[in-house]
């Protein structure tokens, strides 16, 4: 079957039902999202469909075929990182760094959608999130120093 | 000349019936306006008797004055929530014990005329979309408890919106009209072919806990039908299933499954209540288990006897073990795409299902947090999927502070054909039930009303089932 994935298409062998985080990790190596729980509930699986964000550890690759998926390789590099990514290294708001990709997509998306996002939406967007290191703080930070260089940016494109 | 005599004769004739038609129809609508009562000044708080308070708490949890009298985000029984009719909006009231905005001049017997004959302190008419046609049956001596209770709220000054109804609607007189085809004043008389528990459970049922208001179908004026009660209805979006010889359950309810689900919030061989019955359960809680058995004793014997179990659930039981004592016993989607085995199936419902659903329903954690069996789901063996769309949609969330059942929505990654499909597969492959009419109709119905069900399903479940370690903190302060 055929599979959009960070903007390339992929042609895979793999049976239907398989969870599509495990298509990412075991077929096509993007590692960035993590296998917590496999019940959709701890969010550290979390990529985008069509900018949306799902967990993948419970979607099946088959529900996926005319549809865009992004994964955290797919916005940005080492070299050229999105600001969320850039955000995240700034403020160093990862410890172990198992749930920080699914933290990541979601505000991503959320920002994507509402450029604006007040902290207390912020924070109530990541309420499926579980994070055990308690690195919630630096989390809210980075997302909020992400908010700031995306507004300049746009401000920036409008000059 | 003859013919202009009976031309006048004529005209007379239609002007006087003109005249006593005017008059009868201004009659009716001055008539259609009880006698306002005295606004008295709010008796202190500690007037009331501290155990009338408490009685009356009770009754309010019962009753689950809250959830209608309380906006999403607004302070508790202050009003604002908006409900919607199949003629419009009506604005729940305040009933905190405010003088301008609440209830805070009405005396106990204006309260007590409210609840029995559904009439306003100034005399106006309440609309019923207020079920006091059930808590007319409500004795004096309970809304004395409740009155109690309301009057030593905190008191709130909000006005709640206007209602949005169409004329004539929006003139109260036409509900004098309501009242005389549809309203059997209380209060309620005990069977005594029934014995105490019974009747007890039938006096909380189907006055203030008014359980009919959604389980009951309504006819094109609202009312609920008088011969077909408790046969099922529904309630903002959600199905509320029959609590009679109708019933879909695919494992018939008892009085010990009724008194456990409406304690805890979930049966084992039911399910979580969720949409507007999660918001019942929540404020049941608190209410002791004296009243939930006398209740779940009353519609236990609704209900009927017990049918035997059909096929799909004896398998499904049995296999249901499968999870449990098998090698790979983990619960996750990637244990049971592998447990699965075999090819995929040509069915995109049954692949759709192993990869999404399997994991958590068929997996060995137990109820309420582990998937229900979806053989024993109501959602799939009721009438139409609307629950189940509901709920595969928008998922339960979580609740703050509180363990309860979470499970993910689906709306983002599921296209409408993929639902269809995953829909048609659980009710062909779980039960031996006829297909669905009209899947398509009751999934645009389930997208449109996202604000509804999201909305209702939280704050979710309370869940303290005997035997697990956990009470949560904030227990003590209700």
Redesign the interface.
Known sequence: MKLNVNDRQHDLDV?????L??VLRDELKLNAAK?G?????CGACTVL??G????S???????LAE?KVTTLEGLGTAAEPAPIQRAFIEVQAAQCGYCIPGMMMRAHALLQKQPQASDAEIQACL??HLCRCGTHMRILRAIRLARSLMMAAQAGDRR | MPGRSIARRFAISVGVVCLVLALGIGTFFFAAQAPSMDPIVPPPANSFASDLVQRGATLAAIGNCDVCHTAPGGREFAGGRALPTPFGTVYATNITPDTQSGIGTWSQAAFKRAMRSGVRRDGAYLYPAFPYDHFTLISDEDNAALYAFLMTRAAVRVTPPANELPFPLNMRPVVFGWNLLFLRTGPFRADTAHDETWNRGAYLVEGIGHCGACHTPRNFLTAEKSDRRLSGGESEGWTAYALNDASPAPVRWNAETFEHYLRFGFDQSHGTARGPMAEVANDLHAVPQQDIHAMAVYLAAQIGEAKPPSAKVEQQQAGQNRGKTSAANSADSQAAVSRAGGAPSSDEGAIIYLGACAGCHEGPRAMPFGGIDLALSSGVAGPTPTNLFNVVLYGLPAAEAVRVPVMPGFAAVMTDSQLVALARYLRAHFTDKEPWQDVEQSLRAARRSAQAAIVRSAPSVRLNPPGTAQRPQNEAQR
């Open positions: 049976d239907p039902r398989t969870p985080l495990y296998f729980c496999g019940l959709g509930q469909v069509d949306e964000p799902v967990f550890c419970v979607t099946p690759v088959s529900l549809r309420e499926p």
